[in-house]
């Protein structure tokens, strides 16, 4: 009866180890550019709505830039690591770079609370989709 229920306990015991490896493995994995698309332009309010509608402003609500900002964070160093759904692989990674440096410089302003430097990588991003998507995105 004890070895039944010490090999029961060892099962159990790799089947959780399992579970705990397939989820670290899944939470590497980078966003789709499907997700990160949603996840930052997609919606009235949405992290890139949030930037433009705070730059037109002549003080930001920084609450809410931050929370813009720290999603740009999380989801643009991840869009790089997609491939591209069409078009040149040079080009989307030189375009994929941009939005994550810009997204590194968002954050930068945001923490230093830079209007002038906010506003303009608000602008940098609001800009830098039409380049991508007109070399990149599918029909």
């Keep these: 009866m004890k070895s039944l229920i010490c090999g029961a306990s060892m099962a159990a015991l790799v089947l959780a180890l399992a579970a705990v490896a397939q989820t670290n493995a899944a939470a590497d994995d ?3 550019v499907e997700v990160v698309m949603k996840k930052l332009f ?8 949030t930037l433009k509608a705070a730059a037109k402003a002549p003080s930001p ?11 740009f964070s999380k989801y643009a160093p991840d869009l790089g690591k997609n491939d591209a759904p ?16 810009s997204a590194s410089s968002l954050k930068d302003s945001v923490d230093k609370k830079d209007v002038d430097g906010f506003k303009a990588v608000a602008k940098t991003i609001g800009s830098s989709c039409k380049d991508c998507h007109d070399a990149h995105r599918p029909e």
């Design 42 to 49: 997609a919606g009235k309010t949405s992290p890139n709505n």
């Design 30 to 32: 980078p966003a789709s």
């Design 61 to 71: 609500d920084w609450a809410k830039v931050k929370e813009a900002s720290d999603a």
């Design 86 to 101: 069409k078009g040149d692989k040079a080009s989307w990674d030189k375009l994929c770079k941009a939005l994550a440096d």
